[in-house]
C-alpha cells in the first residue's frame, strides 16, 4: 500500500512566535509538513518558487513586500502554478478580502481561527479546492456594490459555457457549497465537481474564489444577486 506524500507547507509571517506556533500546529498534524518559514513577502516568493509547497500561508502585513503583493507575484508565475494561498491575518476588512482573492489567493481565514479549522483548510486547498471562511462570499459581494469600478475587471467571456455550466456559476457565486448545489439542482456530487472542474478551465480561473470574482465582473449577476443574463 502506498502512503501518500504528506501536503508541504510554506508559512509567511512577520512575528516568529506566530510561525512557530503555526509550524507546530502543522507539524503535529498528520500528513502535513512544513517546508520552510518566511519572514517577509520577498522571502516568501522566493521560498514559494524554490520550494513549490502545496499550500502557502501567507500574512498580509509584512515588510519588504506585503502579503497581497507576494501572493499575486505567487499566483502569476507558471513555475508555482500549483502552489495554493491561504491568506491569514488578524485585519477582518473587506479591502484585504477583495485584494487577496483578486491577486489569485485561494482562501482566506482570521489568525483566530480554531486550529482544526486551519488545518482542513490546508487539506482543502492542498486537494485543489478554493475555501472561503463563512460569510467572505456574502461581504466579497458587497465590496463590489460600494466600489464597482476599483479595479481594472477581470474579463470572461461566458457564451463558452453551456446553460447547465451557468446555473452552476450563478450559484457558486452565489456562496452556495458543492453540497448546497447538489440539493439544489438534483444532481450527483460528482457531476456538480466535473462542473465546477469545467467552469475553472474554461474561464481560466485558478480557484472557486476567482469563480466568484468572475461572476461579478463579467456582469452575470449584479451586487445584491440579480441576475443580469437570461437562463
Avoid at 519572514?39 to 500574512?59: N, Q, R, T
Avoid at 474554461?202 to 476567482?210: G, P
Avoid at 466568484?212 to 449577476?221: D, Q, T
Amino acid at each position: 500500500m502506498t502512503t501518500a506524500a504528506p501536503i508541504r507547507v510554506l508559512i509567511a509571517d512577520d512575528q516568529a512566535l506566530l510561525r512557530g506556533s503555526f509550524r507546530a500546529l502543522i507539524e503535529a498534524e498528520p500528513g502535513m509538513t512544513v517546508v520552510a518559514v518566511a519572514g517577509d513577502g520577498a522571502e516568501a516568493c522566493e521560498l514559494a518558487l524554490s520550494e513549490l509547497p502545496d499550500v502557502v500561508l501567507m500574512d498580509v502585513r509584512m515588510p519588504v513586500v506585503d502579503g497581497i503583493e507576494a501572493t499575486r507575484r505567487i499566483c502569476t508565475s507558471e513555475r508555482a502554478a500549483g502552489v495554493q494561498v491561504l491568506i491569514l491575518t488578524m485585519f477582518d476588512q473587506d479591502s484585504y478580502v477583495y485584494s487577496a482573492l483578486r491577486a489569485g489567493a485561494a482562501g482566506f481565514l482570521l489568525k483566530d481561527t480554531p486550529p482544526a479549522e486551519l488545518c482542513h483548510a490546508i487539506r482543502v486547498l492542498a486537494d485543489g479546492q478554493g475555501l472561503l471562511a463563512p460569510g467572505i462570499t456574502r461581504r466579497l459581494i458587497a465590496e463590489f456594490a460600494r466600489r464597482p469600478e476599483a479595479d481594472p475587471p477581470i474579463h470572461r467571456d461566458l457564451q463558452v459555457l453551456t446553460q447547465r455550466e451557468l446555473q452552476v456559476l450563478e450559484l457558486i457565486a452565489r456562496g452556495l457549497s458543492n453540497t448546497e448545489i447538489t440539493e439544489r439542482l438534483g444532481l450527483s456530487p460528482a457531476t456538480i465537481k466535473t462542473y465546477v472542474g469545467r467552469l475553472l478551465a474554461k474561464l481560466h480561473a485558478r480557484d472557486r474564489a476567482q469563480l466568484v470574482i468572475v461572476a461579478y465582473e463579467s456582469g452575470l449577476l449584479r451586487p445584491g444577486g440579480q441576475r443580469t443574463r437570461g437562463t
